[in-house]
């Protein structure tokens, strides 16, 4: 069976009030993190941060809006 590439953007985007310490968690279990947190491009006042899923997926994490 052949296998899809993952996609280019996001597949999820997950919100919480505590990015850095999401990704902090995250990286300590060995996730790949992708970008780190920062102010979104596309919403100042937003923070977001990036890292691949164990198949290889964007994912987003999100501080509210």
Known sequence: MATN?????????LVDDDVAGTVAALRAE???IVSEPQESPYQ???TVAEFH??????????SRA
């Open 44 to 46: 100042p006042g937003l």
């Open 30 to 32: 060995g996730v790949e």
């Open 5 to 13: 590439p993952p996609p280019p953007g996001p597949v999820m985007v």
């Open 53 to 62: 899923d164990s198949e290889g997926n964007r994912m987003v994490v999100s």
